[in-house]
């Protein structure tokens, strides 16, 4: 039976596995081939499926159970055994209606830099289940800078410490999506209802939801009735509030009342750390595969800000080399991702960050290449020099040939100097934030 097999993957999963993922499985029905197992959560059910479905289904096949599959079903929907005792649905029971939950979304696979750091400091003091200090907690940022992991890892560490919250996690899409069907559906009251007895309400990609006139306003009743009951919510976007065109300016003005974080676009320092992680979980998988010294490094400075590229680019690189069988070396690298390297190569150029930083300080598109030395002009000029070191993949006497002929030693001059006064000066680390966002938009 059952408890035979569950002795067998303790042996196979470790004491601390067994005891946090194993033994609270309930094998709840066993017909047509399929094994139900009843979990208490959502990000439960996930979990185990990811990392011991094959193992239990490997141990049920010895034990000479003719199952053809695993599955993992919420405690409160799974059908009964037929002797077990029939739980009782409560009324207030009623599935949460989020979209799933990405297991590999969580804090521990979130790599921490500067210029993610306020987010995640932001995302884990919620994630902590205290008293709400802050409300909504509000998460912008370009695409592929981690919002939605964020959001998903404060979602798991909830569940995981208080397994009897109500998480809900969604997209502004499929949260129009369902007050939509509501509507037609004549349910209205219903979809109020459930989403006001959340405890927790993450919507994400909130930007979806502007110049859709009644989504928005039910979101904004949503919003105001959690916010009431002292409900934790969680937005993301793609901008700040206030930039958001087309989203009404009381939900505006709401959104901006709890914390509003900002995710920057990746640095090296980030990015490297980022693909080191990714690669040792890829040693996992590919064993004998050797990295050649450099190789993270050289996509760190080449590839573009947005972590989803950078991924997908050191995927791509190890089951090519895992095919060919070969060490992964610069040559390979750049053979393998010649397409990903050209396409960031193109993402930002000297010239529009001339013509950009010239536009923010009002001066002439000349001026960058010209002589003049007046501070005003000058300093813009140093920042389109900082901008061209950290978004470009020049060389410094690239850099000074599009600077008007200047030689390598002022471009370097003027990258220190910025470097130098970005720290104690915050209007320049403002713009030169601001700025950066422009051009990687
Ligand atoms: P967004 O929602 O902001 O567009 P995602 O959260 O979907 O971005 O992130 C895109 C991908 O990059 C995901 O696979 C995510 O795990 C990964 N990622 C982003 N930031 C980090 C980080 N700091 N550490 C590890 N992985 C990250
Ligand atoms: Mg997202």
Redesign the pocket.
């Known amino acids: 039976g059952w408890a035979d097999i569950r002795e067998n993957l303790r042996t196979r999963v470790g004491k601390d596995n067994y005891i946090t993922w194993i033994e609270p499985l309930k094998l709840s029905a066993l017909d047509d081939g399929v094994a139900s197992f009843a979990v208490p959560t959502t990000f439960f059910g996930d979990w185990v499926s990811r990392n011991f479905a094959d193992q239990i289904l490997h141990q049920l096949h010895r034990s000479g159970a003719a199952v053809e599959r695993v599955e993992f079903v919420l405690e409160r929907n799974a059908p009964a055994l037929p002797k077990a005792a029939a739980r009782k649905r409560a009324p207030e029971e009623k599935e949460v209606p989020g979209a799933p939950l990405d297991g ?2 969580t804090f521990d ?5 500067k210029p ?1 750091e306020l987010a995640h400091a932001a995302a884990r003091r919620v994630a902590e289940g205290g008293p709400v200090t802050f409300n909504p907690l509000f998460l912008y ?10 959001m998903h890892a404060v979602a798991h560490e909830l569940q995981l410490r208080q397994p009897d919250l109500r998480v809900l996690y969604l997209s502004a899409e499929q949260f129009m999506y369902r007050f939509v069907q509501a509507l037609r559906e004549r349910q209205v009251m219903d979809f109020k209802e459930l989403f006001r007895s959340v405890d927790v309400l993450m919507v ?2 909130v930007q979806f939801i502007a110049g859709k006139e009644s989504t928005q306003e039910e979101f904004f009743h949503t919003f105001n009735a959690l916010v009431d009951q002292n409900k934790q919510i969680i937005i ?1 976007a793609d901008r700040a509030p206030g930039e958001i065109k087309g989203l009404e300016e009381r939900i505006k003005s709401r959104l901006q009342c709890g914390l509003v974080v900002d ?1 920057h676009p ?1 640095d090296y320092e ?1 990015r490297l ?2 693909l080191q ?1 990714k690669a040792e979980f890829y040693h996992t998988q590919y064993r004998d595969l050797v990295i050649a010294p450099g190789v993270l490094e050289f996509l760190a400075h080449r590839i573009s800000t ?3 590229v ?2 997908g680019a050191l995927t791509r690189l190890f089951a090519f080399a895992s095919l060919v069988g070969r060490e992964i070396t610069l040559e390979l690298t750049q053979d393998c991702l010649a397409d990903i390297l050209r396409a960031s190569d193109r993402k930002v150029t000297i010239e529009e960050i001339q013509r950009k930083v010239a536009e923010h300080f009002n001066i002439r598109l000349s001026d960058m290449i010209g002589p003049k030395r007046v501070r005003t002009i000058a300093r813009p000029r140093q920042i389109a020099m900082y901008l061209s070191k950290q978004l470009t993949s020049r060389s410094l006497p690239d850099i000074g040939r599009r600077f008007g002929g200047r030689d390598h030693t002022t471009i370097m001059h003027g990258v220190r100097k910025i470097e130098e006064l970005m720290t104690a000066d915050s209007q320049l680390s403002d713009d030169l934030q601001m700025l950066k966002r422009l051009l990687q938009g």
Do not use: A, M, P, Y
Request: hydrophobic share 40%; aromatic share 6%.
């Open positions: 590999r979304f696979s979130f790599v921490v830099g993610n940022g370009g695409v592929g800078l981690g919002k939605t992991h964020l994400d990609d993301s995710l990746t980030l750390g980022i992680q947005n972590v989803r950078l991924e």
